[in-house]
């Protein structure tokens, strides 16, 4: 069966490493434990990259560049943020990415982290008829992003909790996104088309699309209020529970633990005390669900089941959660882009041709 290149090695990698039956994950060797609520997100940049960008700035030198980078890329967009607002805000930040320079220098590296952090919240304010807010490129990256959201000068414990999200999500061996974003780079594409293979592949609800779901379902269920019911007509109608699940981990996904402490720490508000007690009971439901349905299948909570009640907590919405998700993943989409165009060859499978063969003429 080839249908999901289940156990398919396509790639040898410095970059991180996913033990799905014990549930680890390890980034350039270290544990997760060791990056998430640890590293900031320039930290995480150096972490994945410094080998692999030649001349890439370190600590504070790169929080300027990245600042710069932020700058830049807000001053390309400015022109055209108008057409960009008429767009779905995946959409809009896919677009907004397509028109940057399709290079693999320092600058276009950077260019391109900085991207999605930019496009994200000038679109969500676009949407609610907010004049956009320029870039500062003397802030830390997350806390930068959310500024432009708004919401400067509020709690730094947001932006750590974003930190926190990106570190996280930076890198997760060859999953869909990343996989598609190797096989642009081994045809020497740039860095532009790579990302764009990414993005494509990170929308869809299997993958990276996800998480907004996850709201929603958490949403519907409260309306219910008997969350059994609700979870088991969904399953037995066919449905997937959105944040459950997972093509590698047999076990529980160490991301789900790494972001559920994140939203604890965070305890913004009585109402986020209450969304998240909220949510662990559905969780609970849903794993017993599952369980009697699925009985040869483990299934398990993954990364995005808790994203979603973080990336609520720090305060986006829904439908940019995705986009947020992009904020993080970038770094490793562009990691394996490089290292693929370092080390790898261009990748080019087979398929099993099964249609028909018609007759020979004459
Ligand atoms: N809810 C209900 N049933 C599920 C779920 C789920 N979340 N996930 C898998 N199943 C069931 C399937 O229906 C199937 O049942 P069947 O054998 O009776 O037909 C069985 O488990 C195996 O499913 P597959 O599709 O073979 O599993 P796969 O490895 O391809 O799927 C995936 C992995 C896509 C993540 C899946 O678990 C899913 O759809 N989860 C919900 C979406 C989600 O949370 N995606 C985010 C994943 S994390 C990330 O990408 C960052």
Redesign the pocket.
Known sequence: MVS?L?DVVAAETTLSDVDGVAGKLVIRGRPLAGIAGHLDFESVVTLLLEDLVPGLPQGEALRAALGKARLDVFSRIAPMMDQLARLDIYDAVRAGIAVLPDGIAPDDTLRLIAAPAVLTPLMLRLAAGQRPIEPDAARRHAADCLAMLGRHGEDERLACALDTYLGT?CD?GL???TFAARVVASTRAGLTSSVLAGLGA?KG???????G??IAMLDAIAAEGDARVWLER??AQ???????????YRTR?P?ADALKAAVRQLGVSPQAAERLAFAEKIEQT?LSV?RA??P??V?ET????Y?ALLLEAVGFPPEAFTCV?AMGRIVGWIAHALEQQRTGRLIRPQSRYIGPICAEAG
């Not at 609800?205 to 998480?211: D, K, R």
């Not at 449905?239 to 699940?245: K, T, V, W, Y």
């Not at 993954?302 to 089941?305: C, G, M, S």
Request: hydrophobic share 40%; proline share 7%.
């Open positions: 999901g289940d999500v997760h999953n869909a996104s990170l609800p299997l993958h990276g699309g996800a998480p779901p996850v969904e399953v066919g449905g997937r529970l959105m944040g459950f699940g997972h093509r590698i996904d991301r849903a599952l349905a699925k040869n299948r299934l993954n990364v995005e089941f994203t998700f």
